[in-house]
């Protein structure tokens, strides 16, 4: 299994070099993006399912409006996207998830979230409230078959949302392109409030703007009266929690590993059916791995909430070991990153699993972690940090 690669396990902690290597901008504290929010807007833009030629953004207005996306870049004018569908521009709304299209591959694009209320909206008659906009916000797109890629991981934030801002300083100094989020970011859902509070406004103030997140679902993500509006927040691939797509050197299979409980505990009330989402995403898994794009790329990585190992004996993570493992280890998946324990840990290939199980910290100050991943055609590394900083885990895969 695996044997053109060779695993290292570095234990012993060295001093990092290498992160430098990688041509991707960091994200400096001067790069986040203002923090203060403009009259009119509820949530400044963040970016969602960023790719070469494509990106959402998704912003919140006060009140019911008709809003848009200007865009452009050096040596093209400004450019307008709005939602539209059947004829119509979406309007008297306030979320919106304005996809902007044929976007050049690795090029740097300015754009900014404009807005005008409806005060009236009458069959006959439309009456606008002032023009407004938000400043500025910039991002670039990933260069098609990069040779590198960076990314931040962070799992089990649990409605902290001082956490995020503590745990991405640790990594400021260093390149990302994307933050992962891992699952379980909230305890459960109740409203949008939540969302904005607890995730949206501490991420547009730090990098969301500049840089797209991904909302991996946890189980967490799976309770509370709002948990069925919550995938209205974010823009996924196909509109399924479960995707994956190449960027860098790295093919990466996001996974949906559902409740930890079995479906028909009395605390689901009978309403939920895991077995069948994880059971659904083996299918699909097991036609990825046979498509070129997986085989050939350096790496192959999945990034599922609940983790198929070192999870105890909980009905989810047998059964995600029973649905994926078999396809894992058939398939030279080459790392598996996790949360959902609290309990953080780097366990590298045994006679379980024949791939590296990376499991990210707690929801606790003193037990949070952040993994910062780069990686070249050559070599992926990986390292995750305490809340206070301290390195306590490190991978290296080497082709
Ligand atoms: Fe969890």
Redesign the pocket.
Known sequence: MNNRRNFLKQVSLLSVTAVAANATTPLLAKDFGNSSQKPGFAVSPYLQHLTPTSVYVMFITDSAAYSWIEYESEGVDKQIAYMEEDGLHAAYIKLNKIQIVNLQPGKTYRYRACSKAITLFDPYKLEYGEEIQTEWYSFTTPATNASQVSCVILN?VHDSPTAFESLLSLVDNRPYEFVMLN??TFDYQTDEQQIIDHLLAPCTQLFAGQKSFIMVR???ETRGKFRREFKNYFAFPDDRYHFSYKQGPIYWVVLDTGE?KPDDHPVYGGIVDFDAVRERQGKWLSAIVNTDEYKEAAYRIVIM??PPFHSGEWHGPMHCREVFDPIFRANNVDLVIS??THRHGVHPPDADHPYPVVIGGGSKDGSRTVIHLEANETRLHLEMLLDDGKKVGEYTLTV
């Open positions: 089990d699952g379980d946890g189980n967490h930890d909430h609940i949360g959902h």
